[in-house]
């Protein structure tokens, strides 16, 4: 508040008496020094003043943010990276969130840096979020990670509180929907693609149905196992299905090994029964036709034709170097007994006798 000393000193000299106070008559000097005073400085520290409060107003975005102007608490507008200008506080206000960095959630665990100079990230478990119940009523914890980015910085920031609680929550409650539906075999084994696949488009669903501008990237599972306290059970349950698959394909490999072998041996045999067959008829042929031939040929000289085949059994039969041949003339035949080595084993015996005699 300013003072008008003179009108002051005016206003107590037509009063009737002195107006009880302190002396200002030091004081009355200090403020005439002052009004004495070269004023224009006072001026440049308030014009200086004046430009840092509007130069407050300049801000930068960077390259992976965006920039949302506030103008008292309410959204105003959104700029593009580079240098930008606001109103001063307390009219505008700037938040510049990251809109290319993707985000990561924990459902079920907490990682944490390891104490310095180890290697690794420490875990904590967090069972309360991690038990689940399967579609065929089994328990199986389950540790997975939601990652996303702001889609849209707008509603991002004026649309939903508290958004990396929101993201995991609505994580949780997807994951248990999709685990509900499915078996612990699919949880556990060769179905955890599908259950990672419906389980980011479920929450997207629902972070779009809160106008969250967030866009989940991917959902992974890190870690999916029975309930400690009965894990060495389902180990072995596991154990007995691998050893059940690998029998299944050790027999299927054998099967496919031995049907085509057994199919060519059984061919091949085929083929030979099919060779021998031919052979014996063609050969049954040839000596029908020769039997038929030699009996035509006996039946024009019937003598000659005894006489010649004959000597042509002889004459193989002789020539055969296994069989042992003992000639005896009929002279000798009359005089000593014919004692012959009959069991010699392992040849033929041959006994003959002169030309007055025939051959035995």
């Known amino acids: 508040m300013n003072w008008d000393w003179e009108k002051l000193q005016e206003k107590r000299q037509r009063q009737s008496g002195p107006i009880p106070g302190p002396d200002l008559g030091d004081f009355n000097e200090k403020v ?7 004023l224009p400085g006072w001026r440049i520290i308030v014009l200086v003043a ?19 102007v506030k103008r008292f608490g309410a959204y105003n507008r959104t700029t593009d990276p580079g240098p930008h200008y606001r109103l001063p506080y307390p009219f505008e206000a ?6 290319t960095k993707i985000q990561r959630i924990e459902v ?3 990682s944490s840096s390891a104490v310095t100079g180890s ?27 939601v990652q996303f980015l702001i889609d849209n910085a707008q509603d991002y920031l004026f649309k939903v509180a508290n958004q990396d609680k ?7 409650a997807t994951m248990r929907e999709v685990i509900g539906y499915n078996k612990i075999d699919a949880a556990l084994t060769d179905d955890k693609l599908t259950i990672q696949n419906d389980t980011r488009e479920l929450l997207q669903r629902i972070l779009d149905s809160y ?28 154990s007995a299905k691998e050893d059940k698959s690998r029998f299944i394909n050790e027999a299927e490999a054998y099967e496919n090994d031995l049907i085509p072998r057994t199919r060519g041996e059984a061919a091949s045999i085929l083929n030979q029964a099919q060779a021998y067959k031919e052979s014996k008829i063609l050969q049954a042929s040839g000596d029908s036709d020769r039997f038929l031939f030699v009996l035509e040929e006996y039946r024009k000289a019937q003598d000659i034709t005894k006489k010649r085949i004959y000597l042509e059994t002889m004459e193989e039969i002789m020539s055969r170097p296994e069989v042992e041949k003992i000639i005896i003339s009929t002279d000798s035949m009359q005089r000593v007994f014919p004692y012959l080595p009959l069991q010699r084993s392992g040849k033929a015996s041959v006994t003959g006798q002169g030309k007055e005699g025939g051959v035995n």
């Open 32 to 38: 005439k020094q002052f009004k004495q005073m070269n």
């Open 119 to 145: 290697t690794g990230a420490q875990v904590r478990q967090v069972p309360e979020e991690s038990l689940m119940l399967t579609g065929d009523e089994n328990i199986v914890d389950v540790q997975f990670t």
């Open 211 to 238: 106008t969250s501008g967030i866009r989940v990237v991917a959902v992974q599972l890190q870690d999916v196992h029975p309930p400690r306290q009965v894990i060495d059970a389902f180990k072995d349950v596991a």
């Open 50 to 68: 004046v430009v840092l409060w509007l130069g407050s107003g300049i801000y930068l975005v960077q390259p992976d943010e965006v920039g949302v």
């Open 108 to 110: 079920g665990y907490r």
């Open 166 to 172: 929101t993201v995991k929550d609505a994580a949780e």
């Open 94 to 99: 700037v938040l510049t969130p990251q809109v």
